[in-house]
């Protein structure tokens, strides 16, 4: 299913909560053709330069170096069939925004995390 969208785009969870996410890439396209990650950006990060900004990122697995303070947690880059489990904490109360940084694909893979008091 190379479809280019997470299977839940909205979490809402409690501040201070410990958050476990494992992200599965269940396509079956090639790796170079078709990887996925998360990447949980903080409050207030604009998701446009973010995402332009991650195109030319190979060598880093799209997570733009420039940055890399927005980043709160990232999963690897994953191809067919490989998953990834990342494990972060959010402290203050409000939105946050999850997308995918493989390039074109934060468009449509993209997501929200509503933190509550």
Known sequence: LDNMKYDHNLFKVKAGQKVTLTLKNVGKQP???MSH???ILQ???DVQAFGAAA???AAT???P?????DVIAHTKLLGPGES???TFTLTDPGVYDFIC???GHFGTMNGKIVVEP
């Not at 170096?65 to 303070?69: A, D, I, N, V, Y």
Request: aromatic residues 4%.
């Open 61 to 63: 697995g799209h997570i």
């Open 84 to 86: 990834d489990t990342i």
């Open 37 to 39: 990650n998360v990447v």
């Open 65 to 69: 170096p420039s940055m890399s303070t």
């Open 31 to 33: 790796a170079a053709a």
């Open 55 to 57: 195109i030319p990122a």
């Open 101 to 103: 940084t493989f390039p």
């Open 43 to 45: 409050q207030g990060t």
